[in-house]
Every structure is written in C-alpha cells, then in structure tokens.
C-alpha cells in the first residue's frame, strides 16, 4: 500500500490507498481507515451475499400490515358483497379459510391439523377467481393468480410449476415469511387434465406430468423458487419457500363433466325405486353432484385430487343471479359506470327495462357474468366518448338506445 512519510495509517483507505485528499469522505477508526467509494463497494457485496437477488428485485408488493382472521360467518357476510349466489361455494370457503388460518396460529409442533386446499368446480364466469381474490383481500395476506395451461413439465417449453410460487413472492415483495401465509389460486386446473383414465406410458408434457410435479408443492414442502421465474439453472440462487402453511384453491370450469356425472348417477338409480331418484336429480344442473370420481374419470390423478380434499361447485347463474349482479354488489356494472360519469359531472340513470334487456342478452348468447360487462360496454360506449366534451348534466339510458347500441355491435358480442 502506497503510503506518505510522516503520515499516520489511519490517513489513507486500507482497501484502495487513497488520502483524504483524492476521497470525498475517509471514515478513519484507530488503526485504520475506509473511503466513502469502498464503504459503498462493500455495502452493495454484503446485501447481494446475505440476500441475494431479493433487494435487486424489490416489486413494492401490494400487501401491508397484519394478517386479519375473521369467523367464517364474517368472511361469508364479507364474500357477499362482491359475489351474487353461490351460497354453498361461499359457506364452504368460509369455513375452510377460516380453519386454515386457525391451523396456522396455532403454537404446537404435533401437526395435529391438517391443510385443507381447496377446489372449486363451476362455469365460467360463475365467480370463482373472484371469490378467491376477495378471500385474499379480506384477509390482507399476498395472494396469485396462476394459469395452470401455461405449466409445463422440467425440460420442456413452459414454465415451471415452482414459477406458481415466484407470483406469490412478488406480492409478497419477496418477504418470504409473509409468503408462506399467502394464498395460490390455480386457475384452469382442468385445462391439466390427463387424456385418458389410465396412466400415460409416454410423456404428457401438460398434463399428467404437471400434476405430478404440482403434488410436492400443494402438500407441502420446502421448495427452491427462481426469485425471477422462468426456468431453473444451475448457476441461479433461488430462495427457499416452505409451503406447508400456502392455502392452494384451485379452479377449473371442466367443460362436459357433466357426462361423468350423469352416467355415475344413471348406474346408481336402479332396481325398486330408481324412479323416483330419478326424478329427484335436477337434470338442469348437474355439477351440484360432482364427486372425487367424477374429477377422476375427468383426468385428474388421485394424488391431486386426495390433496384437494374440500370440493365444492358453483351454479350457473340464472336469470335472477344476472340480475343482481348488475346492481348489488359493492362493484357492481352500475355504480362502476355511474361513477365514471360522476366524474365528468354528469349523473347516469338506467331505466330498469335496459338492465333486463341485458340481462336477457347475456342469456341468448350464453355469455355469462363476464358478457355483462361486454353488453354495456357497447351500450355505453357513445355516451362515454361524448361525456367529457359536453355540456348535459345527466343522462338516461333507454330501452331504444340500448337496443340500437347492442343492434350495432351485435357481431362482435356474438362473437
């Protein structure tokens, strides 16, 4: 090390050998000195080697604060707000969230209770991510939203399905104790689904092998997430994440599960009085009597389903549930447009006639929840393009506007 005559050690950087003359700042102790550039230097090295990747890639997670437990009769009440119907599919929920985060807080080692992950089988549109969104943000702990079709097995073009937990980090803004109380929900679950009933002999790339990778990490276990996703190499530290206490609800619409049903309950309905059980079953709705070998003869293995142990079905939404939906929930259609116009000064009425005739829309094209929102879209859209420029301070919505709007655009909402 470079040093002057006549200079004392502490006088100089001991890293770099610079006075305090070439240095905007020299930090000096008793028998040695360090410069404001090595200082620096050695914060950013220690951060990355005690933490690595987390701080370089800091998300501002949306979750602060404590988690809040409330009783399933307040999350129930809570899940009503935002979701018309589904009584069953709410009650369930409520008591399953409800025991999950009870099983958390609970001081013992002897694993006494077990995780209860969750599947939800229904339509679509019929509110199931919606019920599990709302859960998370009642709760206030991280939650994600992963598309199950986009999983892939190790090695093949996809993602991996440890890329499920990096989602949970990042709105977690990789705490990862504050992870490992979030909620997963897995959507298109269905979409996984094995061909056949019998155990595939070749590789099914996104299938059968996705649900054999998937069963370590909704059981529970402690798994190494790219902090990043995508996929795994070697040189790539990952951050481990136990997903013993991760609450998994998973969704899927299984389109023609009602074929399994139907034929399970036929077999069943025979001999002295399989009349009247037949008359009994409500043809109309079959998915109310989905049962684990439905979901088996589906495609999905007996390991995922076994570690799905709560299953419950949402209902169509009939014409009534529409209806509502239109106007009773917290954000609902028509506050969520009465507010866009209140913004502009003017204030939106919509006559009741126009919100049947959506309503009886959305039937005829078979389009659900969702195809509300794309009805008054159509409706709205003049009115919304010429709100800001003028001069009314109100405005009504008749049944002959929305005809003619819903007329025009008719190709597309069929479509």
């Known amino acids: 090390m470079a040093k002057k005559k006549g200079c004392n050690d502490n006088e100089f950087c001991i890293f770099c050998g610079r006075s305090a003359d070439e240095v905007e700042l020299l930090i000096s102790a008793e028998h040695a000195a360090i410069c404001s550039d090595c200082a620096q230097m050695a914060y950013e090295y220690t951060k990355e080697a005690l933490h690595p990747s987390n701080e370089a890639i800091k998300s501002n997670g949306k979750v602060t604060g404590e988690m809040k437990l409330l009783k399933p009769r307040e999350i129930y009440d809570f899940l009503g707000q935002y979701v018309i119907g589904q009584e069953d599919a709410k009650k369930t929920l409520s008591v399953a969230v409800y025991n999950h985060y009870k099983r958390i807080n609970l001081s013992k080692d002897d694993d006494l ?4 992950n969750i599947l939800l089988v229904g339509p679509t549109g019929t509110g199931k991510t919606l019920l599990a969104r709302s859960i998370a943000k009642l709760l206030n702990v991280p939650f994600a939203i ?4 986009v999983l892939t097995e190790a090695g093949y073009v996809g993602e991996d399905v440890e890329s499920i937990l990096t989602r949970l980090l990042q709105d977690a803004d990789y705490d990862v104790a504050k992870a490992e109380k979030g909620i997963v929900f897995i959507d298109e679950i269905d979409k996984i689904a094995r061909k ?8 099914d790339v996104s299938g059968e092998g996705v649900q054999q990778a998937m069963l370590k990490i909704i059981e529970g276990n402690i798994v190494n997430v790219p902090p990043q996703g995508g996929r795994k190499h070697p040189d790539q530290k990952m951050i481990a994440v136990n997903t013993e ?3 998994f609800i998973c969704g899927g619409a299984f389109e023609g599960i009602e074929r399994n049903i139907a034929q399970r309950l036929n077999t ?7 009349h009247e059980k037949i008359e009994q079953i409500d043809k109309d709705n079959l998915i109310q009597y989905v049962g684990p070998q439905d979901l088996r003869a589906y495609g999905l293995i007996p390991e995922i389903i076994g570690r799905l142990p709560v299953l419950t079905h949402l209902n169509p939404l009939d014409r009534d549930a529409l209806r509502a939906i239109l106007t009773e929930p917290k954000n609902s259609l028509v506050k969520q447009y009465s507010e866009i116009f209140a913004l502009d000064n003017i204030k939106l009425t919509i006559k009741d006639e126009v919100l049947d005739f959506i309503v009886d829309t959305s039937i005829e094209y078979k389009l659900g929840a969702r195809g509300l929102r794309t009805i008054c879209e159509a409706i709205m859209l003049d009115a919304m393009f010429d709100a800001p420029t003028s001069s009314k301070k109100s405005l ?3 049944l002959d506007y929305a005809k003619k709007k819903v007329d025009k655009f008719a190709g597309k909402i069929v479509g």
């Open 245 to 247: 206490n991760i609450l």
């Open 113 to 116: 209770i077990e995780k209860s």
């Open 268 to 274: 069943q309905v025979i001999g002295y009085g399989a």
């Open 146 to 149: 992963v598309d199950a079709t």
């Open 196 to 203: 056949s009933d019998n155990p595939s002999i070749t590789r």
């Open 396 to 398: 009504t919505i008749t």
